[in-house]
């Protein structure tokens, strides 16, 4: 009996060693205690998806199944699994900026197969089909970023609607009906850079402290550190959200900045839509907005601050489809352009508006272009202060 015990215990050891093979032991670890949690069927099938990738891509598919959320440890296909691991993995073969970024950031921000709690599905072949074609020259991943960032809404046909189906929609959810909130854009852009090669990953406030909603968007790892960028793009850690994170309350969670991390070290990511669900990891980046905001207060020339809103006509202003996108152009009492801007339309985030910074108080006259025509009006300026215009 002894000898058979042994028998059997040799034959199991060298069948999971060809498992983990060039797995390390930390992940090795972490992996086969999240199979000891699924079936004898389930555990089969998903040691098998790892040892059936070159050896080369077994760790980053231990590394996918020791931190996969329950829901998806019993359920997620192992095919589109596979599929997921063999494409992040070519990227990463492909393209030059893929090949540097660091096996952690790898794993965690460029080879998951979601977000959120989105729908699974296998969205990276489409992905890299389509980016391919606009990437593949490319050696710099700053060009990548952008080329990326500017092209993707022609490419998916999507744009911001409130009127979406729900907030966190898949990639082809959210193609299928042309139109997504924050959150979905936000899946949209991230999957986007993954399939590139490019890590990136959602962040987001469950509330801004100005109390004026959620929202999210993406960041990108570039050299070292993270950036943050928008579907709608500005530039590389430009936005007009910066002004409302940077003022973030670090004493109420509620108020934080948050990043997805598929890694889960214990916080989680909020989303507003489950808010009992905190099996999304999150990283607290409060700090970081913090920090870019207040460069951003130094750099910016002192002022009064005045938001614009344009919308159809006064009973318009609680839907997005009420937003009028009109350029705006602002003059002092010697006629000369002091400020000038495009008002929020109705693709636009409804957390989006035109903020303008005027040089001291004092009577201003803003022209814009209405439904009859050019129209001036006078205002007095005195202090920051919140103006809506109607086109009809």
């Known amino acids: 009996m002894s000898r058979l015990f042994i028998l059997f215990s040799v034959c199991l050891l060298v069948s999971c060693s060809g498992v983990y093979k060039q797995v390390s032991p930390s992940i090795k670890s972490k992996t086969v205690e999240s199979l000891s949690k699924v079936t004898p069927e389930r555990k089969k ?8 990738l070159p050896a080369s891509q077994r760790e980053g598919m231990a590394f996918l199944i020791a931190y996969m959320s329950k829901a998806d440890l019993d359920t ?29 950031v790898f794993y ?3 080879l998951p197969y979601a977000s959120m709690d989105e729908t699974r599905e296998d969205w990276r072949p489409a992905f890299y089909d389509m980016l391919y074609p606009l990437v593949k020259d490319l050696t710099d991943i700053h060009q990548a970023v952008d080329t990326i960032n500017k092209s993707l809404r022609g490419l998916v046909k999507v744009e911001y609607n409130t009127k979406r189906k729900k907030p966190n929609q898949s990639p082809s959810e959210s193609m299928k009906i042309s139109m997504a909130s924050c959150s979905g854009l936000s899946i949209l ?19 801004w402290v100005s109390k004026e909603g959620n929202h999210n968007w993406s960041e990108v790892y570039i050299d070292g550190q993270w950036y943050f960028t928008e579907y709608y793009p500005d530039a590389l850690n430009k936005g007009w959200f910066l002004d409302r994170a940077g003022k973030a309350d670090k004493s109420n969670p509620i108020h934080w900045i948050y990043a997805t991390s598929y890694k889960h070290d214990g916080l989680a990511f909020p989303m507003v839509w489950a808010r009992r669900d905190s099996t999304v990891g999150g990283v607290d980046v409060t ?5 870019l905001y207040q460069k951003q207060l130094v750099e910016k020339a002192k002022g009064i601050a005045v938001t614009i809103r344009m919308y159809k006509a006064e009973q318009c202003t609680l839907d997005s489809d009420g937003r009028v996108a009109e350029t705006i152009t602002i003059k002092n009492t010697k ?32 022209e814009y272009t209405t439904a009859k025509g050019l129209r001036k009006d006078v205002v007095e300026i005195k202090e920051p202060k919140e103006i809506r215009l109607y086109f009809n």
């Open 45 to 52: 099938e998903l040691e098998a998806s790892i040892k059936n």
């Open 76 to 104: 997620l296909p192992a095919e589109l699994l596979t599929s997921n691991v063999k494409l992040a993995y070519k990227a990463r073969e492909t393209f030059p900026w893929a090949k540097e970024v660091p096996l952690p």
């Open 335 to 366: 006629g000369d352009t002091v400020a000038s801007g495009k008002t929020a339309g109705p693709t636009d985030d409804m957390n989006l508006y035109l903020t303008v910074t005027l040089p001291e108080p004092g009577e201003y006259t803003i």
């Open 108 to 110: 965690n921000e460029v």
């Open 189 to 207: 852009l991230t999957d986007a850079f993954r399939a590139a090669g490019i890590p990136s990953r959602v962040a987001g406030t469950p509330l």
């Open 287 to 291: 700090d970081r907005y913090i920090e």
